[in-house]
């Protein structure tokens, strides 16, 4: 496709206001000399950033010459309007933020010959059914519950304690266990029978996630990320929401980290993975075994790509920016120990988040609508906390968390070692408090 070129090189990011978690790459285009142009949903929360973007030159998106409003899901509307950008200016790359845009994301650089992960890798990843199809010789047992036949296909099901999931869900909404055929009859109840379920055999053991940039169709960096759910190791609750994530993981041997490296590289294989970044999450078991829980074709969540940056010295958002452009990339291991650690809260109303003696401020991200700027530090130097953060405001409900959504607080904490990481955090989890007001 050519155009009458009459203005700069373009990259277009797609669930952009989710890019504020990843404040690096809108700064590492224009200094390219691109223009940054984005596509995102129009809800609340991606209205305050973007209120925030065009009041705060300093926050992270502020840099986006123009946005168009668009959900993920309009794919032939987000190819039009990327169409229509393409005319006097060359789109030299397309990047996802938001999962609920991979897919198109994957439509847009098919059409334009951009690099990206590739058709099959952008449907399989959005779907948990086909990814499980697919990628079978590493997954656990599963079978789809189709909408209106939810009780007839779990009747049969006899696999516990199992995982009752939707299809195409982020961030652990609607991810679910069940121990028993009675607990799975009582978890459909309260589900829509017009969607679409997938059971599948709970995993067992430690969970990580694998960052990996791939160009080429090869892996030219890819590193285990140590995980924390709620779900406890006794099943003491039924939700996998992420609470923790360390970089690199201290807890795995090398046997173990050589294993799910080698399944992860197996697993982009199969999918024909081309260019990008892809973050995919396992589970280890005590004998070795790697068994995938899922894989996106975007980036980790939360705030993995800045924990990367604190732990090797260098943003991954310009590496992924470098993939995405075509053009040869490659990206340090980490150096240094990085935790994110959200605490766990009663729930009732908020009123306040404390952290006395640390000498680190609380940032309120309703107030600012931008995580904490960090700047990385050397190999040895002390333990540091970089951000303490209230994501929730004061006055919000806080609930059980059953959903990334459903968490209130969060903080950032680097050391030179496994052993002063986690004496840091022993530290900042005796002196946060999440202060909240039980309702009645």
């Known amino acids: 496709m050519t155009t009458s070129q009459?203005?700069?090189?373009?990259?277009?990011?797609?669930?952009?206001?989710?890019?504020?978690?990843?404040?690096?790459?809108?700064?590492?285009?224009?200094?390219?000399?691109?223009?940054?142009?984005?596509?995102?949903?129009?809800?609340?929360?991606?209205?305050?950033?973007?209120?925030?973007?065009?009041?705060?030159?300093?926050?992270?998106?502020?840099?986006?010459?123009?946005?168009?409003?668009?959900?993920?899901?309009?794919?032939?509307?987000?190819?039009?309007?990327?169409?229509?950008w393409a005319e006097g200016r060359r789109i030299a790359a397309v990047v996802p933020f938001g999962e609920d845009y991979v897919e198109a994301t994957a439509l847009v650089a098919d059409l334009l010959g951009l690099p990206a992960p590739g058709l099959r890798a952008g449907r399989v990843c959005r779907n948990k059914l086909l990814q499980r199809r697919y990628l079978a010789d590493w997954s656990p047992r599963s079978v789809l519950l189709p909408p209106a036949g939810h009780t007839d296909r779990a009747e049969g099901w006899t696999h516990f304690p199992a995982v009752l999931k939707p299809l195409d869900g982020q961030a652990s909404w609607g991810v679910e266990r069940v121990d028993d055929a009675a607990a799975l009859s009582a978890a459909l109840a309260e589900r829509d029978p017009a969607e679409a379920l997938l059971v599948e055999e709970l995993a067992h053991g430690h969970e990580v996630s694998v960052e990996s940039l791939v160009q080429y169709g090869e892996p030219v960096f890819a590193a285990v990320t140590g995980k924390r759910?709620?779900?406890?190791?006794?099943?003491?609750?039924?939700?996998?929401?992420?609470?923790?994530?360390?970089?690199?993981?201290?807890?795995?041997?090398?046997?173990?980290?050589a294993a799910v490296l080698a399944v992860n590289a197996a697993v982009l294989h199969r999918l024909d993975f081309q260019d990008g970044i892809a973050h995919a999450e396992?589970?280890?078991?005590?004998?070795?075994?790697?068994?995938?829980?899922?894989?996106?074709?975007?980036?980790?969540?939360?705030?993995?790509?800045?924990?990367?940056?604190?732990?090797?010295?260098?943003?991954?958002?310009?590496?992924?920016?470098?993939?995405?452009?075509?053009?040869?990339?490659?990206?340090?291991?980490?150096?240094?120990?990085?935790r994110q650690v959200y605490p766990e809260h009663t729930p009732g109303v908020l009123r306040d988040v404390t952290a006395p003696g640390l000498g680190t401020e609380v940032s309120w991200l309703g107030e600012r609508w931008m995580w904490p700027a960090v700047k990385p530090l050397g190999a040895h130097d002390p333990a540091t906390v970089h951000m303490i953060v209230a994501g929730r405001s004061r006055g919000d409900e806080l609930t059980a968390i059953r959903a990334s959504s459903d968490r209130s607080a969060m903080y950032v904490i680097d050391a030179p070692t496994p052993a002063e990481l986690d004496a840091l955090q022993a530290r900042v989890d005796a002196a946060l408090t999440v202060e909240v007001e039980p309702r009645g």
Do not use: K
């Open 229 to 257: 759910t709620n779900e406890g190791a006794d099943g003491a609750t039924r939700w996998f929401v992420e609470l923790g994530h360390t970089v690199p993981d201290p807890e795995l041997t090398e046997a173990d980290r």
């Open 282 to 338: 396992y589970r280890v078991a005590p004998d070795g075994t790697v068994r995938l829980m899922e894989i996106a074709a975007r980036a980790g969540g939360d705030n993995i790509l800045t924990l990367y940056h604190l732990a090797t010295g260098a943003p991954l958002e310009e590496a992924v920016l470098t993939v995405a452009l075509g053009e040869p990339t490659e990206y340090p291991q980490p150096r240094r120990f990085v």
């Open 6 to 84: 009459t203005e700069p090189d373009a990259v277009v990011l797609l669930g952009a206001m989710l890019g504020g978690r990843y404040p690096e790459l809108v700064p590492a285009a224009l200094r390219r000399g691109l223009t940054v142009l984005g596509v995102d949903a129009d809800t609340p929360r991606a209205r305050r950033f973007d209120q925030a973007r065009r009041e705060r030159p300093d926050h992270p998106l502020a840099g986006i010459a123009e946005l168009a409003w668009l959900p993920g899901d309009r794919h032939e509307e987000i190819v039009q309007q990327v169409l229509r």
